[in-house]
């Protein structure tokens, strides 16, 4: 069984850093796309960033320019370094990724939370 463990989160000032963790454990899968999603009280979840194996991202429009998604595929893990951060960036961050086993899934963590201050 894959499982998606995330950490990194916490509390911040507006206009502070932070990086999220994400690691996958299991046996005899790989990973195609990861990503990182979002959800603030009473909304819904959005994306955040995206990346595939071979290291192309993709970013909501509101974090461009302050966030950054990478992995290591070799660890199966992702990572989000988030910079000059809002306190409107304050959720729950939640990790995702495309499985590949006998069966194609997508999995994902438990979430972590991020409270930026004003």
């Known amino acids: 069984q894959v499982q998606l463990v995330e950490s990194g989160g916490g509390l911040v000032q507006a206009g502070g850093s932070l990086r999220l963790s994400c690691a996958a454990s299991?046996?005899?899968?790989?990973?195609?796309?990861m990503g990182w999603y979002r959800q603030a009280p009473e909304k819904q979840r959005e994306l955040v960033a995206t990346i595939t194996s071979g290291g192309s991202a993709n970013y909501a429009d509101f974090v461009k320019g302050r966030f950054t998604i990478s992995r290591d595929n070799a660890k199966n893990q992702v990572y989000l370094q988030m910079n000059s951060l809002q306190p409107e960036d304050t959720a729950v961050y939640y990790c995702?990724?495309?499985?590949?086993?006998?069966?194609?899934?997508?999995?994902w963590g438990q979430g972590t939370q991020v409270t930026v201050s004003s």
């Open positions: 995702r990724a495309d499985i590949v086993k006998k069966l194609n899934y997508g999995l």
């Open positions: 299991g046996s005899n899968f790989r990973i195609n796309n």
